[in-house]
């Protein structure tokens, strides 16, 4: 898991993130979400070190990341996969190059063995036959998944995904939520996902924090956010009718549960 202790991160004298505590759990879609300037950004940024914190601590499996010296961070980072907004593809290179890079890079073994982990990560996500396009060959979908095939081949801890449904349609979107949720339980991966796709949050949200104004607003899971009485995450989530609508369907589905009454009946899920 990856716990944040009350970080604190300004620029200047703009203070951005406000003593924020979370824990992203292991073998779980974690979420961060909140309008353009809450600080989700920044606080994805410290988590893997882009960004170094003011204060507070941010630790990796109970090991404290920001009190580590750069070898320390470095065989820490070597255990993240990242998957980009814009899928970040080298256009010369082609996909199973793409892939092959980051065993080029930290990678052991020989090259028969890097060569088959390439294709094993290439199959899993259904791109087996895409081996020996470029990118410019291929779909935008296609292209998230070489991005998320080259994030799982150093066989990572951590998943980091800045918005991976931006620009994609909403069926393609869906497709990639269903595979990084398999993947992360299927590894047992720590994921945390930047996101302002209201689908992710509904469908894999099985960890989301809310941010608002640099601090913590809100935290649950996305059964939790179906009952929440917080006005601002209401506000966010649920902007439109048609989402409030959506909203009162699935709390009536819910209720349905005798089993999810009965969690929702118990001290503290008020």
């Known amino acids: ?12 004298d703009k203070e951005i993130l406000k003593g924020v505590s979370a824990v992203m759990e292991s073998g779980k879609v974690n979420l961060i979400i909140g309008a353009s300037g809450s600080g989700k950004t ?17 630790r ?8 580590m010296d750069d070898r320390e961070k470095k065989e820490i980072r070597q255990q993240i996969g990242m998957l980009f907004q814009g899928s970040a593809l080298f256009d010369s290179m082609t996909v199973e190059q793409n892939v092959m890079f980051p065993l080029e890079m930290f990678g052991t073994g020989t090259l028969k ?13 259904q791109l087996k036959d895409a ?14 998944r070489v991005g998320i095939a080259r994030a799982i081949v150093l066989n990572p801890r951590y998943l980091f995904c800045d918005e991976p449904n931006s620009g994609l349609d909403p069926q393609t979107s869906l497709l990639i939520d269903q595979l990084i949720k398999e993947l992360t339980v299927e590894y047992n991966i720590t994921t945390v996902i930047n996101t302002h796709d209201m689908n992710t949050v509904m469908e894999s949200g099985d960890h989301i924090v809310y941010m608002y104004q640099g601090q913590k607003q809100w935290e649950g899971s996305n059964k939790d956010i179906v009952f929440s009485k917080d ?21 009536l589905d819910m209720f349905k549960d005798k089993n ?4 929702l009946g118990k001290p503290g899920n008020q």
Do not use: H
């Open 231 to 251: 006005q601002k995450l209401n506000d966010f989530i649920f902007a439109s009718e048609f989402l409030r609508e959506a909203k009162e369907m699935r709390q």
């Open 60 to 67: 990796y499996d109970n090991q404290d990341f920001t009190a």
């Open 131 to 144: 081996a020996k396009k470029f990118p410019a060959e291929i779909s935008g979908g296609m292209k998230k």
């Open 260 to 263: 999810w009454r009965d969690q």
């Open 42 to 58: 920044v606080m994805m940024k410290c988590i893997v070190g882009l960004i170094k914190v003011d204060s507070g601590a941010i």
């Open 113 to 125: 063995e890097k060569k088959k982990r390439v294709e094993e990560c290439l199959e899993r996500v």
């Open 1 to 12: 898991m990856i716990e944040l202790q009350n970080i604190k991160k300004g620029f200047g």
